[in-house]
C-alpha cells in the first residue's frame, strides 16, 4: 500500500526556524514533493527530491532519506505569510508519465507574531 | 506565460446533476493530472491523461471520467452528483516525460452539491 505521514499542525514564531517531517511506505519511489497551499488556493511547488540529501532554496530547504523514507521541509527566517498548509507527495513508480502524485493529509502552519 | 487555467472559478450544483470541469495545460505540457481536494485534506489522484489516453486512474467510481482533447486541454465530468463529491478539483500540468520534476497546478474549481 501507498501511505504518507505528517504531523497535522504546528506553530511557530515569527523569526524562527520549523522543520516540517514526512514519511511515507509506498511500493517504490520515484521522486519527493513538497508544496505550500494557502487557504482556498492552489499547491505551489516548494521542493523536489528524488537523491538522498538537502536541497536549499531561499529560506526553504528539504531533506530526503529513502533508506528510511523520511523528508523533512525546513523553514527558515519564518513570516506571517508562510502560514499555509505544506503537502508532502510522493510519486507514484507504477505511473510511466510520472503524472500520479500521492499526497499527505498537509500540514497546517500557523505563524505567530 | 500563461500558466494552468481552469474554469469555472466555482459551481454550485444539487444531487443527481453533473458538471464538466475544464483545464488547460502549460504550453507545451501534455500531460494532464485531475485531483479531488475535500477540505482539510491532502488532493487525491482521479486521472493522468497523456498524448490524450488515460494513463492512470484512482479509486474514484464510474460516476467519474475524463478525457483529453488534441490541444492537450482536459475535461472531467462527474454524473449523478453526491453531496461528498463537494470538493476543490485541482488540474495539474506536467511535461508528461517520467523522471521530470514538478507538476503545476491551476487554481482549482470549488464544487458544490447542495
Known amino acids: 500500500g501507498q501511505n504518507i505521514d505528517q504531523p497535522t499542525e504546528m506553530t511557530a514564531t515569527e523569526g524562527a526556524i520549523v522543520q516540517i517531517n514526512c514519511t511515507y511506505q509506498t511500493s517504490g519511489f520515484n521522486g519527493l514533493f513538497w508544496y505550500q497551499q494557502h487557504a482556498g488556493e492552489a499547491p505551489t511547488f516548494l521542493s523536489y527530491n528524488v537523491l538522498d540529501g538537502l536541497e536549499e532554496k531561499g529560506r526553504f530547504s528539504s531533506f530526503l532519506s529513502r533508506s528510511k523514507g523520511y523528508s523533512y521541509l525546513l523553514l527558515k527566517e519564518l513570516q506571517m505569510k508562510d502560514s499555509a498548509s505544506y503537502l508532502c507527495?510522493?510519486?507514484?513508480?507504477?505511473?510511466?508519465?510520472?503524472?500520479?502524485?500521492?499526497f499527505g493529509q498537509g500540514t497546517e502552519l500557523s505563524v505567530k507574531p | 506565460d500563461a500558466g494552468v487555467t481552469q474554469s469555472p472559478t466555482h459551481l454550485i450544483k444539487t444531487r443527481g446533476q453533473h458538471v464538466t470541469l475544464r483545464c488547460s495545460p502549460i504550453s507545451g505540457h501534455k500531460s494532464v493530472s485531475w485531483y479531488q481536494q475535500v477540505l482539510g485534506q491532502g488532493p487525491q489522484f482521479i486521472f493522468q491523461y497523456y498524448e490524450k489516453e488515460e494513463r492512470g486512474r484512482g479509486n474514484f467510481p464510474d460516476r467519474f471520467s475524463a478525457r483529453q482533447f488534441p490541444n492537450y486541454s482536459s475535461e472531467l465530468n462527474v454524473n449523478a452528483l453526491l453531496l461528498g463529491d463537494s470538493a476543490l478539483y485541482l488540474c495539474a500540468s506536467s511535461p508528461g516525460l517520467a523522471g521530470g520534476n514538478e507538476q503545476f497546478f491551476g487554481p482549482g474549481t470549488r464544487l458544490t452539491v447542495l
Open positions: 507527495a510522493v510519486r507514484d513508480p507504477r505511473n510511466n508519465q510520472g503524472g500520479k502524485l500521492i
